[in-house]
């Protein structure tokens, strides 16, 4: 059975438990998950499907009591929790869908349903495996919403409406667009509010660090948030440790390990510094530039803030959990 995702089990941000739509891999109906749902109960088990025809079918007491949206999101969890070879239990894909690759970066403009936070498959850190560029990735159902919540002088991102004293954020939020690191997110699905209030990122989820202290994630996160780690690690986000092993390289290394060119590293933010230089009007001399390379990143600090059920842990905060650069 396919990995279940991270926002499938958790709540994005401040929103609601529900707001999740996963369509099973491949089935490509679309939202209409009460009805695929009942249709493999009926080959697998027809006393279950007398029942639950009750509760989702077109007159059923789900849809007299909730919205669409809710009772086809239950039904399509309840879908993607059973285990059968049966053609009715995995519709065939829709033929005229655009193909979601394994992994790697895609323009969120491509896509028009699926989860949340998607396309694809959910990978060790219990987001997709796919992500974008958000300033170069187009929008559509899904916008490319930036997971890095970096500021100059590593000040937490004073994100608009949230009061968190800190700076603006130099990739997130009113700059969305500078950054090169973000994930496909159908921000219709969070509730107003819950995500990100800027305009050029409305309804994003809340990029946090996950390395910060806890009581800087509950400033940005909220109480009884989490920031989960969004991308995995790749060995070439490493460097040599001088007191031994290997760690995730920062900007703090330019120059001393490191040049920070586009095929240094995999999932450096602003490969060649050229968003900072633009934020430090073209002036490679000056402090801001200086401060804004020294603050950028790889995957390990980046992340979203969520809500996790009790017992639940972020995957990549997982004991049992070892990074590219703890491999090496």
């Known amino acids: 059975m396919a990995r279940r995702s991270l926002v499938t089990l958790a709540v994005l941000a401040l929103a609601v438990a529900s707001i999740d739509c996963t369509t099973r891999s491949g089935s490509g109906h679309n939202g209409e998950g009460c009805e695929a749902y009942l249709a493999c109960l009926a080959e697998t088990d027809p006393d279950e499907f007398?029942?639950?025809?009750?509760?989702?079918?077109t007159e059923g007491s789900c849809f007299n009591g909730s919205n669409e949206d809710s009772c086809n999101a239950a039904c399509t969890?309840?879908?993607?929790?059973i285990e059968s070879e049966i053609e009715a239990c995995n519709p065939p894909p829709d033929p005229d869908s655009t193909p979601v690759p394994e992994s790697g970066v895609v323009d969120c403009a491509d896509f028009e349903s699926?989860?949340?936070?998607?396309?694809?498959e959910a990978g060790p850190t219990g987001f997709p495996l796919t992500f974008c560029n958000p300033s170069s990735s187009g929008e559509g159902a899904y916008k490319c919403c930036s997971d890095d919540p970096a500021a100059l002088g590593g000040a937490?991102?004073?994100?608009?409406?949230?009061?968190i004293v800190g700076d603006t954020p130099l990739f997130a939020?009113?700059?969305?667009?500078?950054?090169?690191?973000?994930?496909?997110?159908?921000?219709?699905?969070?509730?107003?509010?819950g995500g990100l209030l800027e305009p050029q990122a409305a309804n994003c989820p809340i990029p946090c660090n996950p390395t910060w202290a806890a009581e800087d994630i509950e400033a940005v996160c909220g109480v009884s948030r989490v920031c989960c780690q969004t991308r995995e690690l790749d060995p070439l986000d490493c460097i040599a440790d001088p007191d031994?092993?290997?760690?995730?390289?920062?900007?703090?290394?330019i120059g001393e390990g490191t040049d920070w060119n586009p095929g240094a590293h995999a999932t450096h933010q602003d490969p060649a510094g050229i968003q900072c230089s633009a934020i430090a009007n073209g002036?490679?001399?000056?402090?801001?530039?200086?401060d804004c390379v020294r603050e950028l990143t790889v995957a390990d600090q980046r992340g979203f803030c969520m809500a996790l059920a009790p017992g639940q842990v972020c995957p990549t905060q997982?004991?049992?959990?070892?990074?590219?650069c703890e491999a090496m």
């Open 114 to 120: 699926g989860p949340t936070v998607g396309p694809g």
């Open 283 to 290: 002036d490679q001399t000056n402090s801001v530039f200086t």
């Open 156 to 163: 937490l991102p004073a994100y608009s409406g949230k009061n």
């Open 318 to 324: 997982d004991p049992g959990y070892v990074d590219a």
């Open 173 to 193: 939020g009113t700059n969305n667009a500078r950054s090169t690191s973000g994930m496909c997110v159908k921000t219709d699905d969070i509730p107003q509010g």
């Open 77 to 81: 969890q309840k879908l993607e929790d």
């Open 244 to 253: 031994g092993g290997f760690r995730p390289v920062t900007g703090e290394d």
């Open 50 to 57: 007398e029942s639950e025809l009750e509760l989702y079918g």
